[in-house]
């Protein structure tokens, strides 16, 4: 049975958590979203120094536990003597970390566009950028709404590693929690019932969308 006190106890923690949780999902989703677009146009653009650029960034950041970016920022640029507050760190660590599965499923998304669009649009003497911004990306997203979706909820989840930076997220606030109750089980169940107040509708949101493009195609 769980101990509801707990809850009610210190629900000042758990909102500060939840509020912050919520700030840094916002964040992460916007710079990853933005971010993502660009590597993915920079591992199609012709030029080598843009393919490499991109293909580097993906293959090194999605291959590398994303802890170990947060500990970079957090940790490592201090070497430099740039000192990140772990809220920060973590943002950046997370929105980077997403922001390469993110270019991936949009160079999908790319690749799948009709290549005799690209073509007339710089036909019409629209450069590589503006076609790829007013014709080609457009249509790209649609496609891939879905599995953007899909990691827009991958990065609320990821979320929690802001706990490890001090990050004032909610698993940073459950942790004190605990040092105050010695309570594991039920501190860190609320904790995942207000990940489920973020993910569910998240998911359900990616569900329709994904149920309405397919209707319209």
């Known amino acids: 049975m769980l101990d509801f006190s707990i809850l009610t106890d210190y629900l000042d923690l758990y909102m500060q958590g939840f509020v912050n949780t919520i700030k ?6 916007i710079a990853s979203f ?46 430099f003597h ?8 973590g943002t950046i660590a997370l929105s980077i970390y997403t922001a390469a599965f993110i270019a991936e499923a949009v ?4 690749q799948s566009v009709d290549r005799g669009q690209l073509e007339a649009a710089r036909s019409t003497g629209l450069t590589y950028i503006q076609a790829m911004r007013y014709i080609i990306l457009p249509q790209a997203i649609k496609i891939v709404i879905p599995p ?38 039920d501190t860190y169940i609320f904790v995942g019932m207000f990940y489920l107040v973020l993910t569910i509708p998240l998911s359900l ?3 329709y969308l994904e149920r309405r493009l397919a209707r319209s195609e």
């Open 148 to 185: 953007i979706g899909n990691q827009f909820l991958n990065l609320v989840k990821n979320s929690s590693i802001l706990g490890v930076f001090a990050g004032l997220d909610l698993m940073y606030y459950a942790d004190i929690i605990h040092e105050k109750t010695w309570i594991t089980f």
């Open 82 to 89: 740039i000192n990140l507050s772990g809220f920060i760190a």
């Open 24 to 29: 840094i999902s916002i964040i992460g989703l």
């Open 34 to 79: 933005i971010l993502g677009n660009i590597i993915a146009v920079f591992r199609l653009a012709p030029v080598k120094l843009l393919n490499f650029i991109g293909a580097f960034y993906v293959e090194v950041v999605r291959n590398i536990p994303l802890i170990l970016i947060g500990f970079f920022f957090y940790n490592g640029l201090s070497y």
């Open 107 to 110: 160079r999908a998304g790319i």
């Open 205 to 207: 949101l990616v569900n």
